[in-house]
């Protein structure tokens, strides 16, 4: 006779939540503190678990109340890196996929929150930042810091291009750019390679300012899909939504967007949040593209 068929367990982003809960509500700050400091990598498996929730509503839904949950747990240990790093990777990703579309004043603060806590994670000053001595800090950077440098720097790039009309959101710009351009000599494949297209994006809106024309956007961000190897939607998202639609290439546009329509969500499980929500958004553009055309 075959067993019965077993539940399937909790998404393990939720198992996480109620981990947290659980060291927040029963034990004393003392305790947080010593509980924290033994599980660190928790807070690396937060970051990684979400994104790969394949369910955008129930990800939409419980990322908030988890977020918070991490800043209660933050005061009890207010220098805790990982704890720093994940509100980065969260606050972010949040913006990112379910705010900046629909509510994109509310996102740029998520953005904001998203890049401080980055920052802080990673020791950077606001005088650092003023001063525009972005090299001095790259130079301490390791290898174990590119995750919260990438993330970083993605609420850093969404945050200014949400502020194009504050002078001092623009002044950031060279700064952060140079922070992405980090990303891609240390670990060009990092994230599949997302980084390049994030780079043609910034070319196609800031193209003539930075000496670029919308040829060298198309080479990085047919770099992306070298190393995605098409499997992130989010590079082929990215670059119909803006280097197809600058260039008023019309097939381009229509092609790319019927990639992620078409595919499968799950091809990497690591990233299947970002894929479902990509596909959501992809449909859509395609409804509309009359819209983008002339």
């Known amino acids: 006779m075959a067993k019965a068929s077993q539940q399937n367990p909790l998404p ?85 996929l379910f705010v900046e579309e629909g509510q994109p004043a509310r996102a740029s603060n998520l953005y904001l929150r998203g890049l401080q806590y980055g920052l802080k994670s990673l020791g950077v000053a606001q005088s650092m930042i003023k001063g525009g001595k972005i090299n001095e800090f790259l130079e301490r950077l390791s290898h174990n810091d590119l995750s919260a440098i990438f993330w970083t720097t993605v609420a850093w790039l969404r945050w200014i291009s949400l502020n194009l009309d504050k002078p001092s959101a623009l002044a950031q710009m060279p700064l952060a750019v140079t922070a992405l351009k980090y990303v891609m000599n240390t670990d060009p494949n990092y994230f599949y390679g997302v980084a390049y297209a994030i780079m043609g994006c910034v070319l196609v809106s800031q193209g003539s300012s930075l000496g670029a024309d919308l040829s060298t956007a198309r080479e990085y961000f047919e770099k992306a899909l070298q190393i995605s190897k098409k499997r992130l939607f989010l590079v082929q998202f990215l670059y119909a939504r803006y280097y197809a639609v600058a260039k008023q290439d019309r097939d381009l546009f229509r092609s790319l967007l019927e990639q992620v329509v078409n595919g499968s969500p799950s091809t990497i499980k690591e990233v299947c949040l970002v894929n479902q929500v990509m596909k959501q958004r992809a449909k859509v553009l395609l409804e509309s593209m009359d819209e983008f055309f002339v």
């Open 12 to 96: 393990y982003f939720i198992r996480i939540t109620v981990f947290l809960l659980i060291i927040a509500v029963t034990l004393s700050s003392s305790c947080v503190k010593l509980a924290l400091r033994f599980s660190q990598s928790i807070f690396d498996d937060f970051s990684q678990s979400f994104l790969q929730e394949c369910d955008p509503q129930l990800a939409r839904e419980a990322l908030p109340g988890q977020l918070k949950l991490a800043e209660a747990l933050l005061q009890e240990a207010p220098g805790n890196k990982k704890i720093l790093a994940s509100l980065c990777t969260g606050y972010t990703g949040y913006a990112l």
